[in-house]
């Protein structure tokens, strides 16, 4: 196994599995052929053909093209096609800071093949040989995931809120981090992917933000998201990333563009420019 490896995960996709989807004509995304089955019957809300899907044209609005969809959508939450309902409504748009074009909720976004977009914080400790790294352990009861190691903090950025802020709530709730301590946090870029997983088409974008932790620290799990957190030597944290499937897919890349700019995996790697180009898709 190799960094490159966990890369590729990260890059597996089949598009003849899914059909364009459009919004006022801009397209936003990729529908899962069962759900565009599963919605054709709507067809006040949706337009489906064999080869696309798009949102009916009457629906003009922000307001109504969110409630015409999520009316949909709970009715098939009671169905085996989509995750758990989350209650936690994404913003969908044709770029990153365009108006939003309405807002669904996060169950159903990859089985549309959304962009969603994330926050992850590399929260560590030391520096140079003893750089360590605080590891999350997802909860064992999570509907997605369940049991995978995670990163320090991390979490979907919903409707309505920034990027910053989102982070500050993650780190208070998921961590205990202070939220004058998650004000520090340095921003040090964005990964992006486009995976196909169990859930539907994962073209997303990951916030990263790095923050050194004091050493008498330890991060308390307070909202049941994460079961317990160790801190790892960055050389384990490496290993694990690099020899196993333990993280949770996409925690993988935040942990690899970590250690890319630490200088902890360089040019002398023969992997290194497929590994930095493979981390921005």
Known sequence: MSYLDRIRAC?????SKYRPFQVDGVHIGFVRNDMAEA????ANVFTVTDRAVALDASLTTFDQRTAAVDTVLR????TEIMSPWRNEPYAVTAAFGAP????????????FGIRAYGVHLNGYTGQGDR??????????????????????????????MTARKCLTNECEEEAGIPGDWAAKARAVG??????????????DVLFCYDLALPPDFTPVCRDGELESFTLMPIQD??????????FKFNCNLVIIDFLVRHGLIGPDDPDYVAIVQGLHQ
């Open 100 to 111: 939003p074009l309405f807002a669904m909720e996060r169950a159903a976004i990859p089985l």
């Open 237 to 246: 944290v490496a290993a694990i990333v690099r020899d196993t499937e333990e």
């Open 190 to 203: 964005a990964i992006t992917y486009c995976a196909e997983m169990k859930e539907g088409l994962r073209p």
């Open 11 to 15: 890059s597996r996709r089949d598009l």
């Open 131 to 160: 750089l360590a790294m605080w590891i999350g352990r997802r909860s064992r009861s999570k509907p997605t995931y369940p049991g995978l190691l995670d990163n320090t903090v991390a979490g979907g950025l919903p409707y309505g």
């Open 39 to 42: 919605i054709r019957p709507y």
């Open 75 to 78: 009715r098939l939450s009671n």
